[in-house]
């Protein structure tokens, strides 16, 4: 696949993550660890602008009990 087609795919699921837990204003540590690999997978495809900001915005969250 070009890198292109991964790194949209990696966008929109990067995005949907995010926006999910920044809904419910706090985020389990296994969704953190998701958001992770996602963030860190589209970030080194040169992926970046909106989707570190909202990678910024689910790290201040605070982890479910």
Known sequence: FPVTIIRATLNYHLFAECERVLEQKEITINDLEKIKRLYYAYHNLGGNGVGTKL???????????
């Open 55 to 65: 990678y910024g915005d689910v790290l201040v969250l605070p982890l479910k009990r």
